[in-house]
């Protein structure tokens, strides 16, 4: 019963490089999102997908780009990393049911620090 | 934009002791709903319970109740006899009906329980 799984956990980059987180949920759910989470900020919205084909800007979707793969996958790139990027990101997924929405489910997260 | 308020950074409790965590939010919309979610230091986000905007009858799931005071718009956790496990984030969130479903996160309370 994986979840969501979320690749790598760890990363360090030099500002500058480029990377891509990876995400994936085995729930056959609809939306998925991605979040940062920082010292004192709780988490923030960067980027999130309705359904396979849509993304749509969160709170802080700037030096971001995400891509939904297919229904189970959601990517997010960083192109040119940057300091203030240092963040814990997690991925999460949930979908809508005939009793409402069901709650989030999130990743393990993975640390990102950019030197 | 939803705001969530957490006042309380800190919180400490001792083991079996009741302790309540406080969080109010800022929205002009009629149907949404309300999360706890716990961060143990594994970095785990774990959902302790949810509450629908539309039901008067508060949450409650085991150990963990919430008062929701709808006109008010506050929603506060109450965890009873509390146990060294449930040392932890506490992180409230807000979540609009349709727009994604996504979450808006409080800061968060660092509760620890003691011996």
């Known amino acids: 019963n994986a979840g969501v799984t979320q690749t790598p956990k760890f990363q360090v980059l030099k500002t500058g490089q480029s990377m891509t987180l990876q995400c994936a949920q085995d729930?056959?759910?609809?939306?998925m999102y991605w979040y940062r989470q920082d010292p004192g900020m709780g988490l923030r919205l960067i980027y999130y997908?309705?359904?396979?084909?849509?993304?749509d800007k969160g709170e802080v979707p700037n030096g971001y780009n995400v891509s939904r793969l297919n229904k189970r996958e959601f990517s997010l790139r960083l192109e040119s990393a940057a300091p203030s990027q240092t963040s814990v990101y997690f991925c999460?997924?949930?979908?809508?049911?005939?009793?409402?929405?069901?709650?989030?489910?999130f990743g393990d997260g993975t640390r990102l620090s950019i030197l | 934009a939803q705001t969530v308020t957490q006042s309380q950074p800190e919180m400490s409790v001792q083991e079996a002791e009741t302790v309540t965590l406080s969080c109010t939010y800022d929205?002009?919309?009629?149907?949404?709903?309300l999360f706890w979610y716990k961060q143990p230091p594994s970095r785990q986000m774990i959902l302790v319970i949810r509450?629908?905007?539309?039901?008067?009858q508060n949450a409650t799931e085991n150990r963990f109740s919430v008062n929701f005071q709808k006109a008010a718009k506050s929603f506060s956790l109450k965890i009873s006899d509390s146990q060294l496990g449930d040392t932890a984030m506490y992180f409230c969130?807000?979540?609009?009906?349709?727009?994604?479903?996504?979450?808006?996160f409080g800061k968060g309370t660092s509760l620890l329980v003691t011996p």
């Open positions: 999460a997924s949930t979908k809508e049911w005939t009793g409402g929405i069901q709650p989030q489910h």
């Open positions: 929205t002009s919309e009629n149907n949404y709903y």
């Open positions: 729930m056959n759910h609809n939306s």
């Open positions: 969130a807000f979540m609009k009906q349709g727009s994604g479903y996504a979450l808006n």
């Open positions: 509450q629908e905007a539309y039901k008067q």
């Open positions: 997908s309705a359904s396979e084909g849509t993304t």
